[in-house]
């Protein structure tokens, strides 16, 4: 099965900060890494996918890269509501792998 | 406006079968669309169970897959989970997702509000 390794697990920031958070994968595609935010208590809510795709209704702030099998999640300008957990996935594998996640906390 | 919601049993008895069912207002279980099923234990991160295409179609997290089964009512435009020989582990909160068809594959992207069942005696 692919690996999904997540980093970091937790971070602090402040509003208007610049964020990056980033997954390794041990096996998949650009095609097949999708990005999810989720509040406390709520369910999980895409943000990117295919790797770079903006879900339609998320802020232009949330955009997303690659480098071969390393994928970024990064947050420019930071705002109050963006205080989540976020979680990687692959789409390529039969076992659609989340990532650990990273906790998004204010400093 | 797409919705899902999960109901059935908070409460599961450890060897039994955890049952649960998604409802869909707002889109049809016919569309181009799988319909998927993910948990989340406590304090942890998020597992796909599987998912299901109208068709009767299923995939099955191999992990899990001796002891799922997913299946579609299309007439009441649900689709379901059973997860039999359940033990405190099943315990989290269960999702129920549709999974748009992207590029040969499927991506959650709507998702019920969750779930929470809890496995014990």
């Known amino acids: 099965d692919i690996q999904m390794t997540q980093s970091p697990s937790s971070l602090s920031a402040s509003v208007g900060d610049r964020v990056t958070i980033t997954c390794r994968a041990t096996?998949?595609?650009?095609?097949?890494l999708n990005w999810y935010q989720q509040k406390l208590g709520k369910a999980p809510e895409l943000l990117i996918y295919?790797?770079?795709s903006l879900q339609s209704g998320v802020p232009s702030r949330f955009s997303g890269s690659v480098s071969g099998t390393d994928f970024t999640l990064t947050i420019s300008n930071l705002h109050p509501e963006d205080f989540a957990t976020y979680y990687c996935?692959?789409?390529?594998?039969?076992?659609?792998?989340f990532g650990q996640g990273t906790k998004v906390e204010i400093k | 406006q797409v919705q899902l919601q999960e109901s059935g049993p908070g409460l599961v008895t450890p060897s039994g079968t955890l049952s649960l069912t998604c409802s869909v207002s707002?889109?049809?279980?016919?569309?181009?669309?799988?319909w998927s099923w993910v948990r989340q234990p406590p304090g942890k991160g998020l597992e796909w169970i599987g998912e299901?295409?109208?068709?009767?179609?299923?995939i099955y997290n191999p992990s899990l897959k001796s002891r799922v089964t997913i299946s579609v009512d299309k007439s009441k435009n649900q689709f379901s989970l059973n997860l039999n020989s359940v033990t405190a582990a099943d315990t989290a909160v269960y999702f129920c997702?549709?999974?748009?068809?992207?590029?040969?594959?499927?991506?959650?992207?709507?998702w019920g509000q969750g779930i929470q069942v809890t496995v014990s005696s």
């Open positions: 996935q692959e789409s390529y594998s039969i076992f659609r792998t």
């Open positions: 707002g889109d049809s279980i016919s569309s181009h669309n799988w």
């Open positions: 997702a549709r999974a748009r068809v992207s590029l040969g594959t499927s991506l959650p992207d709507l």
């Open positions: 096996q998949t595609s650009s095609a097949y």
């Open positions: 295919s790797a770079t």
């Open positions: 299901i295409y109208h068709s009767g179609m299923t």
